[in-house]
């Protein structure tokens, strides 16, 4: 039940995060740097990873170490400094973030006239 849940987790990761992060990372690195595969490969490592981290520590130090643990797996798969993995993790968070927006924005609007 627990590795079908973790299977589920990586599959949703993949097809809302990975696209946000291989463009993130083509316009900070350039195209020659990244591809869709490694893209894929950092969700479903740090998805992996840290689902391990929540099991293993329940507090608030935990958002730290998962932050630090994605910043990690971004530099070294992508080989590129640590300021360029907080770039490409924020470009990422903003683009995903836009996203959100755009497919909340219509249901938002529906509402507001619904309820007006």
Sequence with gaps: MILGNLFGLI???????????????????????VDFKTAAIITAAYTLLNTIIVGLIE????????????????????????????????????INIVIAFLLAGPGFFMFLNVCS
Aim: aromatic share 14%.
């Design 11 to 33: 599959l949703v990761n993949m097809l809302l995060q990975a696209p946000a992060l291989w463009y993130a990372g083509r316009k900070v690195l350039g195209m020659e740097k």
């Design 59 to 94: 507090s608030s130090v935990a958002g730290l170490i998962q932050m630090l643990v994605y910043l990690y797996v971004v530099k070294r798969y992508y080989e590129t400094t640590w300021k360029n993995a907080v770039i490409v993790t924020l470009l990422m968070v903003f």
